[in-house]
């Protein structure tokens, strides 16, 4: 079984910043692509943003594009999620997960971490 952990949620201000970091194990660091996820309280699990490992190709739902930036570091098997311009709306357990192609369909991805918490404060 593969592993993914997330890291780096907490509680900040509207307007502020945070970055999400996602180890993956090497077994899943064989997949061609990571995407992070969020799921807020009573919502459906949602996507944010998704690359490849080898040629960095990003994908992002519109909600979040211009505020957040999905990177890659291959030599640490991590991929980060800087956030910027936070809003109360994305309030939500962000998730990372390991795909066989760029996709935003959560049920193309194969493995999932447990999240991490990002509280944004109005």
Not at 5 to 11: D, P, Q, T
Not at 18 to 45: H, I, Y
Not at 53 to 59: R, V
Not at 66 to 85: C, E, H, P
């Amino acid at each position: 079984q593969g592993q993914l952990v997330e890291s780096g949620g907490g509680l900040v201000q509207a307007g502020g910043s945070l970055r999400l970091s996602c180890v993956a194990s090497k077994r899943t660091f064989d997949n061609f692509a990571m995407g992070w996820f969020r799921q807020a309280p009573g919502k459906e699990r949602e996507f944010v943003a998704t690359i490849t490992w080898t040629a960095g190709i990003t994908l992002y739902t519109d909600s979040v594009k211009g505020r957040f930036t999905i990177s890659r570091d291959n030599a640490k098997n991590t991929v980060y999620l800087q956030m910027n311009s936070l809003k109360p709306e994305d309030t939500a357990v962000y998730l990372c997960a390991t795909a066989r192609g760029l996709y935003s369909v959560q049920s193309r991805y194969d493995y999932w971490g447990q999240g991490t918490q990002v509280t944004v404060s109005s």
